[in-house]
T-cell receptor
Framework: LAKTTQPISMDSYEGQEVNITCSHN???????ITWYQQFPSQGPRFIIQ???TKVTNEVASLFIPADRKSSTLSLPRVSLSDTAVYYC???????????FGAGTTVTVRA | GAGVSQSPSNKVTEKGKDVELRCDPI?????LYWYRQSLGQGLEFLIY????????KSGLPSDRFSAERTGGSVSTLTIQRTQQEDSAVYLC???????????????FGPGTRLLVL
């Protein structure tokens, strides 16, 4: 899996948009970018996956520039319940061996 | 059930004892995975099952660790002669097919928190 770098922590307030950028300079041609969310005392949960440009679902948006050396997870109008650790992964879609680092701890305050 | 379940949720044991951790995957999911998550180590892959067979055991840290799956469903991870460095959260995940794509999303259970004293 390609190495990724993301901020250790981010603070936000309810109703704001949170953008987490992940750097993956050595991303390979066949690699996808995937984000997971993990709440305390729970297992990780798949949020979104993309290859290029923009992907949006009911939870988040993922922006990937043309060079794909970074990606930004955007959480619109966060609430207290969005407080969690967010992990960025880069790898082939058939690579089932998930591997997380420390992730980004997002804390949403009232 | 609606999701992946694991038991026990917490386990405290003494060094040298054996422990068994159980995973009930989502019904119909043929692929099952065990991971370990500890502070400072992130998420670490242990083993992958396709049906009842384990084609990839590459992540098991030592021969004290073993796992089995029966009936293409329930899986048990066994740690023999536990050591303090085995303390971690053990996570189980399942998916329709092996992979990590949107179509092959791995669904995780809540984990078993193991503490070896």
């Amino acid at each position: 899996l390609a190495k990724t770098t993301q901020p250790i922590s981010m603070d936000s307030y309810e109703g704001q948009e949170v953008n987490i950028t992940c750097s993956h300079n050595n991303i390979a041609t066949n690699d996808y970018i995937t984000w997971y969310q993990q709440f305390p005392s729970q297992g990780p949960r798949f949020i979104i996956q993309g290859y290029k440009t923009k992907v949006t679902n009911e939870v988040a948006s993922l922006f990937i520039p043309a060079d794909r050396k970074s990606s930004t997870l955007s959480l619109p109008r966060v609430s207290l319940s969005d407080t969690a650790v967010y992990y960025c992964l880069v790898g082939r879609s058939n690579d089932y061996k998930l591997s997380f680092g420390a992730g980004t701890t997002v804390t949403v305050r009232a | 059930g609606a999701g992946v379940s694991q038991s026990p949720s917490n386990k405290v044991t003494e060094k040298g004892k054996d422990v068994e951790l159980r995973c009930d995957p989502i019904s119909g999911h043929t692929a099952l995975y065990w991971y370990r998550q500890s502070l400072g180590q992130g998420l670490e892959f242990l083993i992958y099952f396709q049906g009842n067979s384990a084609p990839d055991k590459s992540g098991l840290p030592s021969d004290r660790f073993s796992a089995e799956r029966t009936g293409g469903s329930v899986s048990t991870l066994t740690i023999q002669r536990t050591q303090q460095e085995d303390s971690a959260v053990y996570l189980c995940a399942s998916s329709l097919a092996p992979g990590a794509s949107t179509e092959e999303t791995q669904y995780f259970g809540p984990g078993t928190r193991l503490l070896v004293l």
